[in-house]
């Protein structure tokens, strides 16, 4: 059937109206955030790590100023005392897994222990700026190196690997602690400063240090760090991580068991922000 002029005019305003209806009614409801928008919420962090002149920086200094403190503890050290011992946590405190995550923009999938697990045995996290340099400058000065994760037993051969191919010492059983069901670090670190003296405590995550942030909620690690404020730079040192840690799971309460929706506006929520007021 031949249409005519009025009926594609009459066809065009009701597509027309149709559009402004969907628009308006996407303005209203805006579709649900999905596992893939949150890790296109990753993408500045990853860049960032992967590229920046500045993540590098940071990586020096931090090794630098643990050299700093391994150092003078060294020189202070007396006949008697405890040998010396660095204790390092290891993801995005020597190793870099910034792939890992990477892997995940664009699609709808994210972090899960199979696929983590598998990462850990591929054994091809690289090695963070200066970090082999750093491990073994204070392994010649005869201080041992407690490398404390929470990789598990399922990862620790591919660890292990891993460490030796990038030069790292003390890649053995001894100095390699994983997690074995119970993710707070301290039982481990009360372990190893039963026979060592522990000069420096290095991590990219408040549960990395001895000042019992595990489970704690935003107001109560932030509270912990402030009371412990004189430590940073003398006992402890801290490495970058803006792609992921407890951090991001203390910004509401139950935050992994929120939907990616739920989750994406946890992230939002405590922003604070500011607008120019219009026309000004
Ligand atoms: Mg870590």
Redesign the pocket.
Known sequence: MLRTRENRSAALILGLMLLIAASSAFADNPPAATVKDLNEQTVMALAWMQNAAEYRELCYQAYNLAQMIVDKAIATKKVGDKPLAVIA?????LFDNSAYDAGFIGKDEGYSGKTWTQWEIAAQALAMPGATDFLNSIAKKGVEVFYVTNRDQAGFEGTIKNMKTLGFPFADSKHLLVSTGVSDKQPRFDLVSKDYSVAVYM???AG?LPIGSYHKNQKDRNALVDQNKDKFGTQFVVLP?PDYGDWEGALADGYFGLTPQGRSEARKAPLRTWSAVAGQ
Do not use: A, K, R, S
Not at 89 to 93: G, L, R
């Open positions: 946590d290891v993801d995005e405190t991590g990219d995550n990395d991580n």
